[in-house]
């Protein structure tokens, strides 16, 4: 098997930034995805980039923000047109979405915008393209529009399609996403898109409700590679990693894990709850498995970048 694993959310704060920093220096990571948008410690951020490629075969990818402000052309709530009652932006982004109420030229404007900072700012062409909170499932419209991108760039567009269908259960061992994979919900005629979505507000695994719902029956465009960490990075239990890596081993041929390592500081300030020792403990997962690996299964695991992946 192959795997690549991909940190998201470099940029999002300066924990996580340090976090990914290390799990690159530790060799734990194969490719990094960056926010572009955060202006904060920039030339800090461009150091450690700088500091990770040198001497290592790791892709470097654009992680396209549309919700988190500041964006860089428009605000966030310039890029939809109704502006629904929740709490976060990206569920008022993916609803937008899912109703074809979204500014599509802004959109396109916004995404040429971060390419061309991106550019500016590390020196090179990103080597993957993928998107924050995975906004490019949530429309075929969207979808087809990154897609264009993708291929005038001439780079791999990350495809977040996580198959749910064979969750292990006794790797997971939580109630709460027990019910997210349970058929009986899932099937029930009451349970639809509208449905989850006024949910949001009330019900905490709504999201990743919607996202199973997306992966399983909306996604368009497909890829090659077999993508999973979704309901890890939920959980964060490291039984569930590894026994979802290594079950994976004889199946498939090429995977794409997800993860969000951080490093834990809490005496500095961050621009998301998500920045916090749940991410510091990601990066711990990591480090065990990377040792499991190599003790138990070197010889059936190479890792791998998207760079020149096609």
Request: aromatic share 14%.
């Amino acid at each position: 098997m192959n795997l690549i694993i991909n940190a998201d959310d470099f940029g999002l704060d300066l924990d996580r930034d340090i976090g990914i920093y290390v799990g690159a220096k530790l060799n734990l990571l194969t490719s990094i995805s960056i926010i572009i948008t955060n202006n904060h410690k920039l030339n800090f951020r461009k150091k450690l980039i700088n500091s990770i490629i040198k001497n290592r075969n790791i892709s470097i990818g654009l992680h396209v923000n549309l919700t988190d402000d500041p964006l860089l052309s428009f605000s966030s709530s310039d890029l939809y047109v109704k502006h629904y009652l929740y709490q976060k932006n990206k569920e008022i982004f993916w609803r937008n979405a899912l109703k074809d109420n979204l500014f599509l030229k802004r959109i396109n404007i916004e995404v040429e915008s971060q390419f061309i900072k991106f550019e500016k700012t590390y020196g090179f062409k990103p080597h993957h393209l993928d998107f924050h909170n995975h906004c490019n499932i949530f429309s075929s419209k969207l979808e087809k529009i990154f897609e264009k991108i993708a291929i005038k760039k001439k780079i791999h567009l990350r495809i977040p399609d996580e198959n749910f269908k064979n969750i292990d259960l006794k790797y997971l061992n939580h109630d709460l996403y027990k019910k997210i994979i349970d058929k009986n919900l899932i099937n029930n005629e009451n349970i639809n898109i509208s449905c989850i979505c006024n949910k949001f507000k009330d019900y905490i695994s709504a999201d990743m409700l919607l996202y199973r719902w997306l992966c399983q029956e909306n996604i368009v465009i497909k890829d090659n590679l077999d993508f999973f960490g979704t309901i890890y990075g939920h959980i964060h239990k490291f039984k569930y990693l590894y026994g979802d890596v290594i079950k994976r081993i004889p199946n498939y041929k090429d995977c794409q894990l997800m993860i969000h390592p951080g490093f834990y500081i809490p005496f500095i300030s961050h621009n998301t709850s998500f920045s916090n020792y749940q991410r510091f403990k990601e990066l711990l997962d990591l480090v065990c498995l990377k040792f499991f690996i190599n003790i138990r299964h070197k010889n059936n695991v190479k890792y791998r970048s998207y760079i020149n992946y096609k």
